[in-house]
């Protein structure tokens, strides 16, 4: 297992198409990041669930695993299930979040996600951020759609545990999902971090990364 180092990110960019996404598929590397980095810049961008109890439950999140963070969370109102029907709308929004954004890290859903709003914003990010280095996260759901990661950012217990905490402080509405709770979100951690000689890990797939090895 090689260790290589992202550097000391100061802007860091997460989306995801639904209220928890990012949560679930980042929330331990967000607060690992954080903690480390106070004050770092995170720019957040979820399609759907704006205006309602989901982005209540998003901005309170959100907050709590990006302690510190100078957070700006943007939540939309696009229909859930239904992003590619509303293709314009998500891409004039990841084009606005470009616009004004020019991270050292991209936080995104994968390309080969099985839910169309997932993989949808997955190759929106791609063109939009192609010169970042951009770290796709998964999301364990009952469609079976996970893969082999290529990327691994390790956590700790103490992570680890915080952030399957943080998820059930602050999604009451997904409770009732079969596949949402303790187990399956830590025992994913587990794995992963079996994969990369840790206790628990995130993991994510990486389409592009320029080395520097001579700098």
Request: proline share 6%; with cysteine; glycine share 10%.
């Amino acid at each position: 297992m090689r260790h290589l180092s992202a550097g000391r990110p100061d802007r860091v960019v997460a989306v995801g198409a639904h209220c928890d996404d990012i949560a679930i598929g980042a929330g331990g590397t967000l607060l690992t990041l954080c903690l480390a980095r106070p004050g770092v810049r995170v720019d957040a961008l979820v399609l759907s669930g704006g205006g309602g109890d989901r982005e209540r439950e998003e901005r309170a999140a959100l907050a709590a695993f990006c302690p510190g963070a100078d957070l700006r969370l943007t939540v939309l109102k696009l229909p859930d299930g239904r992003v590619p029907a509303h293709w314009e709308e998500a891409k004039a929004a990841v084009e606005e979040l470009r616009g004004r954004t020019d991270p050292d890290l991209v936080l995104a859903p994968r390309t080969d996600d099985a839910h169309q709003d997932h993989r949808g914003l997955a190759k929106l990010m791609t063109t939009a951020f192609r010169d970042h280095l951009v770290l796709r996260y998964e999301i364990v759901k009952w469609d079976g759609d996970l893969g082999r990661p290529s990327a691994y950012q390790p956590l700790t217990p103490q992570i680890a545990e915080r952030k399957v905490r943080l998820l059930q402080e602050h999604y009451p509405s997904q409770r009732h999902r079969p596949w949402y709770d303790r187990e399956a979100f830590l025992g994913l951690a587990r794995i992963r971090g079996i994969e990369c000689h840790a206790r628990y890990a995130e993991a994510f797939d990486v389409a592009k990364l320029t080395l520097n090895l001579g700098g």
